[in-house]
């Protein structure tokens, strides 16, 4: 049987090398930085231009899908999950690595089709590693296939998560008391490379065993999503309950004995939803 959605895969892996190349391109000069919510909240013209780029071909190739997309969302388009085929993208994942040259930058994008991913695309592109998944297909990194540890005791895992500014002193302090809780089960080490994409990918890939994350958002999990389950991992919500691609919270994990054991670990802290009207998405 013909899948309906394989020339959809095609056009992104192409599109995501394409939006790669601009990317890694822009490393060469100087990059203008815009702040959003915060100081540390960055935007550059290039997650812009790529943003631009990546919808307008597929809109040109498939002029009846939807989308949600980081930069349009700050610029106060919807962020509204249907049951229509939807991209979701995250232009240039790791913006901060970007303006600093750190090397973890990837372009992830996601495709829904009923609310349910069936595939994903993250391209790390100054690595040049592209990590593909499709529903049923299993999980690709430049072709060769990937799976996760199968690790089952968390005491033997490395954990990565994001640390970064907090407005609320209470959510700074639940982050902090977060990495020093998972520490002390303990560990063996808590990294945090700066991209949610790429985060998945590395439980996907075996490199790391564990992510958990709060206050992220769709268009940072819809690729890592695809590839972290075809892989084999488990994601699900940070408190062990079922995941919520729109709920802003994620625990990924090589089995589900790590997951429900981390989840167990975690301080909870009130993020919104991406679905949700006004301030409740920031």
Not at 76 to 104: K, R
Not at 144 to 150: D, F, M, R, T, Y
Not at 174 to 181: D, E, V, Y
Request: hydrophobic letters at 40%; charged letters at 20%; one cysteine or more.
């Amino acid at each position: 049987m013909t899948d309906p959605w394989q020339e959809c895969m095609d056009h992104c892996v192409e599109i995501a090398k394409q939006a790669g190349k601009v990317i890694r391109e822009a490393l060469q000069g100087d990059i203008a930085v815009m702040h959003k919510s915060s100081q540390v909240d960055l935007v550059t013209e290039t997650d812009q231009r790529v943003e631009r780029l990546i919808i307008s071909s597929i809109k040109a190739k498939f002029p009846t899908h939807s989308f949600i997309a980081e930069e349009s969302v700050a610029a106060g388009a919807p962020s509204i999950l249907t049951d229509d085929p939807t991209w979701i993208i995250d232009p240039i994942d790791g913006t901060t690595n970007f303006v600093h040259g750190f090397p973890f930058v990837s372009v992830s994008i996601g495709f829904t089709v009923k609310k349910e991913i069936e595939f994903g695309v993250v391209y790390s592109c100054i690595e040049d590693k592209m990590y593909t998944a499709h529903k049923g297909k299993g999980a690709f990194c430049n072709g060769l296939p990937i799976k996760v540890s199968g690790q089952e005791d968390l005491s033997c895992c490395l954990v990565l998560t994001e640390v970064a500014f907090k407005k609320d002193q209470q959510h700074l302090d639940s982050m902090m008391a977060n990495l020093r809780s998972v520490l002390t089960i303990p560990v063996h080490g808590i990294r945090s490379p700066g991209s949610a994409a790429i985060n998945m990918c590395l439980v996907a890939s075996g490199a790391a065993d564990a992510y958990y994350h709060l206050g992220i958002h769709c268009w940072d999990m819809a690729g890592g999503t695809a590839v972290l389950t075809e892989a084999g991992g488990v994601i699900v919500d940070i408190s062990g309950g079922p995941f919520d691609l729109m709920s802003r919270r994620l625990i990924a994990a090589s089995s589900a004995a790590v997951a429900e054991r981390l989840a167990s670990h975690i301080v909870d802290f009130h993020v919104g939803r991406d679905d949700a009207h006004g301030s409740e998405k920031n």
